[in-house]
């Protein structure tokens, strides 16, 4: 069965830089386009980042471009958000997903981990 | 950028019917999932492509989609499906994947 699991939470200080990663197993990781996708305390989803499968191309949501990187690891099943200058309006929990290209749909998350960014 | 608008919140006895609407513009012309997330969870896929269900999601659940509304539709509402609702596209001229503001449902 599927699985997504996220790792690399926690507290970090504004400015500061924090890497998260999701171990994928149950499917071939290599030829699916992943996500990630967050939710602030008592808000909605928001999507944050796609990676194609090969890692070919990139897309962004205009909130964190320029400061986030989504990167993966075909070799390790591993997805990667790098996040740096880090504000406060990123506290959230960070989910990754299972997703195919463009318009398909986020089939399978994780159970999501939490970066808190605060003083 | 593209914008999805739900209803903050629904209320529904059991056993009636839930309808959740997401407004967008010419949202017809997209393809539209929608997705479940109860307090505590991760959000789970239970309609896709306007109306396909994937496989163990109840055929209680169901969805259409024309003009500038999509509409997820529960049937013999249960306790079980109180849970926020969100949709979700795909906006190729921004390449950004769009979800709807949320809906909240609650079974009375």
């Known amino acids: 069965q599927v699985q997504l699991v996220e790792s690399g939470g926690g507290v970090v200080q504004p400015g500061g830089s924090l890497r998260l990663s999701c171990a994928a197993s149950?499917?071939?990781?290599?030829?699916?386009?992943m996500h990630w996708v967050r939710q602030a305390p008592g808000k909605g989803l928001e999507w944050v980042a796609f990676?194609?499968?090969?890692?070919?191309?990139?897309y962004y949501a205009d909130s964190v471009k320029g400061r986030f990187t989504i990167s993966r690891d075909n070799s390790k099943n591993t997805l990667y958000l790098q996040m740096n200058s880090l504000r406060a309006e990123d506290t959230a929990v960070y989910y990754c997903?299972?997703?195919?290209?463009?318009?398909?749909?986020?089939?399978?998350w994780g159970q999501g981990t939490l970066v808190t960014v605060s003083s | 950028s593209y914008v999805l608008t739900q209803p903050p919140s629904v209320s529904v006895a059991p056993g009636q019917t839930a309808r959740i609407t997401c407004g967008g513009n010419n949202i017809g012309s997209k393809s539209v999932h929608w997705y479940q997330q109860k307090p505590g969870q991760a959000p789970v896929l239970v309609v896709y492509?306007?109306?396909d269900r994937p496989s163990g999601i109840p055929e209680r659940f169901s969805g259409s989609n024309s003009g500038n509304t999509a509409t997820l539709t529960i049937s013999r509402v249960e306790a079980g499906d109180e849970a926020d609702y969100y949709c979700?596209?795909?906006?190729?001229?921004?390449?950004?994947?769009?979800f709807g503001t949320g809906t909240k449902v609650t079974v009375l």
């Open positions: 997903a299972k997703g195919g290209i463009y318009a398909r749909p986020l089939d399978y």
């Open positions: 149950g499917f071939t990781f290599s030829s699916y386009g």
């Open positions: 990676i194609r499968y090969d890692g070919s191309n990139k």
């Open positions: 492509d306007d109306s």
């Open positions: 979700q596209v795909w906006d190729s001229s921004s390449d950004h994947y769009v």
